[in-house]
Nanobody, 116 residues
Framework: QVQLVESGGGLVQPGGSLRLSCAASINIFSLYDMAWYRQAPGKQRELVATITRFRNTNYADSVKGRFTISRDNSKNMVYLQMNSLKPEDTAVYYC??????????WGQGTQVTVSS
């Protein structure tokens, strides 16, 4: 059974950094495109960053230059390094695994709060 487990969230002051991790129990992890989404209270879930199985990356405009997504296929891990955090980055962050012609998989989410 596929399982995605996020970790690394917490409370951080504006301007600070956090590194989110997602551990994926997926067969042939390297074939999946991975992504981070977030959902703030009262808002829709939005795409934050993606990394394809070919390691191509893409970012939401709101996080470009501040966030970096990466993956380690040897460990079945995907990461989101978040720098220069702002209060508007406050949200629950979710890990997503996508493969064409297959259902998406989601983690349970990890809370990130940016506040002084």
């Amino acid at each position: 059974q596929v399982q995605l487990v996020e970790s690394g969230g917490g409370l951080v002051q504006p301007g600070g950094s956090l590194r989110l991790s997602c551990a994926a129990s997926i067969n042939i992890f390297s074939l999946y495109d991975m992504a981070w989404y977030r959902q703030a209270p009262g808002k829709q879930r939005e795409l934050v960053a993606t990394i394809t199985r070919f390691r191509n990356t893409n970012y939401a405009d709101s996080v470009k230059g501040r966030f970096t997504i990466s993956r380690d296929n040897s460990k079945n891990m995907v990461y989101l390094q978040m720098n220069s955090l702002k209060p508007e980055d406050t949200a629950v962050y979710y890990c997503n695994a996508h493969q064409q012609y297959a259902p998406d998989y989601w983690g349970q989410g990890t809370q990130v709060t940016v506040s002084s």
